[in-house]
């Protein structure tokens, strides 16, 4: 971690900074220390990385980080007008009418997309029926805290399903794992996500699997997963599912605890 000292604005303090560059005020300005570092940005559960002249820095024990990188991430545009000294991040347009704007409407994806862990479930069974948790860890098992997010090779994320498979169980265990069912009405086209073990159980050495079934019959089959490895991305076609079915599984060889993250319906 690199440590420098640079001239800072002291009237007009950026707390998110526009640019990797240095700002100078005309007046008021003063040299302070800060301690440039390698911070990880998490958007919705998906890793993005900033240009390599645009890090953040911690000073005074609060975090600064690049504004331009964070507001054109999440889809807006940012400016800096040098003779205000005015930062404007989306519409930047301007009026002097006292009129409240109305609310605004939600945009098209979000009224699309429904998180599976906020749909309520129809029913659970085997190991999801008594180690089913909605995204966090809502069980103390298998090294894993209530409260815990799901974590994938390093990866948080803040949605999704995940189920303690034992070690080691009867014949029809071994099986049939565990399994939460929806119903679906025909209403979604597309279901996402993504499958992994645990950083929980980061020294197991079972494998596990997510099955996809809709209205009886396999949609989608998931490869072995193991821990310390990237999640699996899956994208299945559940155009007309009435009643979808998502089976946990495992080989029994370890405890298991897997997580389809960010489990996403869209229309």
Not at 73 to 86: A, F, P, S, Y
Not at 198 to 217: A, E
Request: glycine share 10%; net charge neutral; hydrophobic share 35%.
């Amino acid at each position: 971690m690199r440590k420098y000292v640079q001239g800072f604005i002291g009237g007009f303090l950026i707390c998110l900074l526009l640019s990797g560059t240095v700002v100078y005020a005309a007046t008021g300005s003063s040299k302070i220390e800060v301690y440039f570092k390698n911070l990880t940005y998490l958007f919705d559960g998906v890793k993005k990385a900033p240009p390599q002249d645009a890090k953040g820095f911690i000073y005074n024990g609060n975090t600064y980080v690049p504004l331009r990188f964070i507001t054109e991430t999440l889809g807006k545009e940012v400016k800096w007008d040098g003779t205000t000294e005015t930062i404007s991040i989306g519409n930047s347009t301007t009026g002097t009418t006292t009129t409240p704007s109305p609310t605004p409407t939600p945009n098209a994806s979000a009224q699309n997309e429904q998180y599976l862990s906020e749909l309520v479930y129809d029913s659970k069974e085997g190991d999801a029926y008594a180690f089913l948790s909605l995204d966090n860890w809502e069980k103390f098992a298998w090294n894993t805290i209530i409260g815990d997010p799901f974590q994938i090779h390093g990866m948080i994320f803040r949605h999704g399903l995940g189920v303690h498979l034992n070690k080691s169980g009867p014949p029809w265990e071994k099986e049939t794992g565990g399994a939460v069912t929806y119903s679906l009405n025909g209403q979604y086209k597309k279901l996402t996500g993504y499958v992994g073990i645990d950083d929980s159980v980061s020294k197991s050495k079972g494998k596990g699997k997510l099955t996809v079934t809709g209205d009886g019959k396999v949609l989608s089959v998931t490869s072995d997963v193991i821990a310390n490895t990237d999640s699996i991305a899956i994208n299945v076609d559940i155009t007309n599912v009435k009643v979808l079915e998502i089976r946990f599984q495992s080989n029994r060889n370890d405890q298991v605890n897997l997580v389809f993250a960010e489990a996403k319906l869209v229309k």
